[in-house]
Structure formats: C-alpha cells, structure tokens
T-cell receptor
Framework: AQSVTQPDIHITVSEGASLELRCNYSYGATPYLFWYVQSPGQGLQLLLKYFSGDTLVQGIKGFEAEFKRSQSSFNLRKPSVHWSDAAEYFCAVGAIGNTPLVFGKGTRLSVIA | EAQVTQNPRYLITVTGKKLTVTCSQNMNHEYMSWYRQDPGLGLRQIYYSMNVEVTDKGDVPEGYKVSRKEKRNFPLILESPSPNQTSLYFC????????????FGPGTRLTVT
C-alpha cells in the first residue's frame, strides 16, 4: 500500500519569499501524485497533479512541483509567496486501480509581512 | 457546475441522537469517500464506495455507517454519536482509477456534546 509523509507540520515564510513544501511517498510503482490546498474554512482544492511524463508540473496560483523518483519526493514550490497563500497543504498519492487516495497529514503555511 | 454538496454545513447535537450527513455529486463519479479532519491528524478516511451498493471501510470506520443506493448520493450516518466524533467531515468523489482528481465538498462541522 502507498503512504505519504509531509515532514513539516507548520512553516512560516515572509511575503515575497520563495516556498518549498516537502512531500515523500512510498509506493512500489509509478505513483499518481497530487497537491491540494485548504484555505481557512474551505474544502480542499486541487493545485496540481503528476501522472507521467515531464517531472516538473505546473499548477494553479503559480505553484509547481517536481517529481523525483530517486528521492521518492514530490515537493511543492512557489517563487514568491502572497499573503493569500496562507493555508493548509496536503500531498496525496494514488495507485493503479480503484484504491483510495492516501493523504499526508498536511503542512500549515503562515505568511508574515 | 461540477460540485460535491454536503448538508448540513454545521451541526451541534447531543450524545446518542442519530444523525445523517448527506453528500451528493453531479459528475457521475463512481468513487465516493468520507473523511474526517482533526488537528494534527490530517485527513482520515472513514468509508469509501467504488460504485452503487459497493462500500468498504477506510481507516476509522468505527461508529459510522454509509450507504450507496444511488450513484450520486453517499450519506454518512452516525447511529449513536459520541463526543469523540466531534470533527470536520468531508465528502469527496472522483472517477474510477487512481489517476483521477478527487473533488471535495465544503465540509460539515459536527459538534457532539
């Protein structure tokens, strides 16, 4: 079965600074990888996803993520953070077939002026 | 508009009083899930359904029931709620297959006193 680890529970960055949120997965084959964002009081919204092909994927709101098979990682990045990016971010991994998505425990991002 | 709807959004109830949280999706998705979200624990899957009349337990099914009589609806039933079921609940749906995006409802904030 697949699993996901988000090592950072809480990260604080200054507005305008770059951001990298870490995600490590465990799965025996090529995984399907997702990043979701949950703004305060909201449901989860898909930021981006990776299935195959180019290992650098672009998402909404200026986010990107890079799949690194050798490191079993799928880190989320943004070059310049805006105050509105303050939210909780979840990494998820899917497997072949009708198996449930497995979510990490999330990383809470705070943005300071 | 493609969406997952949940009702009610907020509910305060007392221990032992049966309740149902409804979930409906308009995307003809085969796969539906219920999650609960608690601080520090991330998203934990309660039950999921791969199609009509097909349901299975997730990670934390105790104290919950589900049914899938129609493709679009997947209600969550708490027969005898207890205070440890106070949580934020999300319904989600997606097409079959591990690569498909999962859509989330807006969440139901449940408090059991």
């Amino acid at each position: 079965a697949q699993s996901v680890t988000q090592p950072d529970i809480h990260i604080t960055v200054s507005e305008g600074a770059s951001l990298e949120l870490r995600c490590n997965y465990s799965y025996g084959a090529t995984p399907y990888l997702f990043w979701y964002v949950q703004s305060p009081g909201q449901g989860l919204q898909l930021l981006l996803k990776y299935f195959s092909g180019d290992t650098l994927v672009q998402g909404i709101k200026g986010f990107e993520a890079e799949f690194k098979r050798s490191q079993s990682s799928f880190n989320l990045r943004k070059p310049s953070v805006h105050w509105s990016d303050a939210a909780e971010y979840f990494c998820a991994v899917g497997a072949i077939g009708n198996t449930p998505l497995v979510f990490g425990k999330g990383t809470r991002l705070s943005v300071i002026a | 508009e493609a969406q997952v709807t949940q009702n009610p959004r907020y509910l305060i109830t007392v221990t032992g009083k049966k309740l149902t949280v409804t979930c409906s999706q308009n995307m003809n998705h085969e796969y539906m899930s219920w999650y609960r979200q608690d601080p520090g624990l991330g998203l934990r899957q309660i039950y999921y359904s791969m199609n009509v009349e097909v349901t299975d337990k997730g990670d934390v099914p105790e104290g919950y029931k589900v049914s899938r009589k129609e493709k679009r609806n997947f209600p969550l039933i708490l027969e005898s709620p207890s205070p440890n079921q106070t949580s934020l609940y999300f319904c989600a749906s997606r097409r079959g297959g591990g690569s498909s995006e999962q859509y989330f409802g807006p969440g139901t904030r449940l408090t059991v006193t």
